[in-house]
């Protein structure tokens, strides 16, 4: 179960837009990850390579926890929203919730649910 220390301080890190180093940092060697229904994911290093391939790409990226966190034993749920701003003026807004089983101080387990559709850039809104 992570305290409640760790757990501000990988929500910190990814508010602060580092989400790769949030990964290499939190999450277990052989971490788990699965997006909606889709084959999960295995593995830190082959996630903290994604997660840094998404931030080279991205002009800005704007990431907030919507509180409260939940937590119940290793269990702990989040509610992110991202705002990624791609290089040719479009937008991506999403929201998700985050389910993840913790070991210890580790991530080692995390499914994202969200809309798919949510994943295809608009034009960006406002001056």
């Not at 929201?95 to 994202?112: C, D, H, K, P, S």
């Amino acid at each position: 179960m992570p305290t409640p220390e760790t757990l501000e301080l990988f929500i910190a890190r990814v508010e602060a837009n580092a989400h790769d180093e949030a990964v290499e940092a939190f999450y277990a060697p052989n971490v788990s990850m699965q997006e909606n229904q889709s084959e999960p994911r295995i593995g830190r290093d082959s996630a903290v390579a994604r997660e840094r391939a998404i931030l080279a790409r991205a002009v800005s990226i704007r990431s907030q926890c919507v509180r409260p966190v939940l937590v119940n034993g290793d269990h702990v749920a989040i509610r992110w929203i991202f705002e990624f701003e791609w290089p040719d003026g479009t937008v991506t807004h999403m929201e998700e919730i985050a389910w993840q089983r913790w070991e210890g101080e580790r991530l080692a387990q995390e499914t994202f649910f969200y809309d798919p559709a949510q994943r295809v850039p608009k034009p960006k809104t406002g001056a």
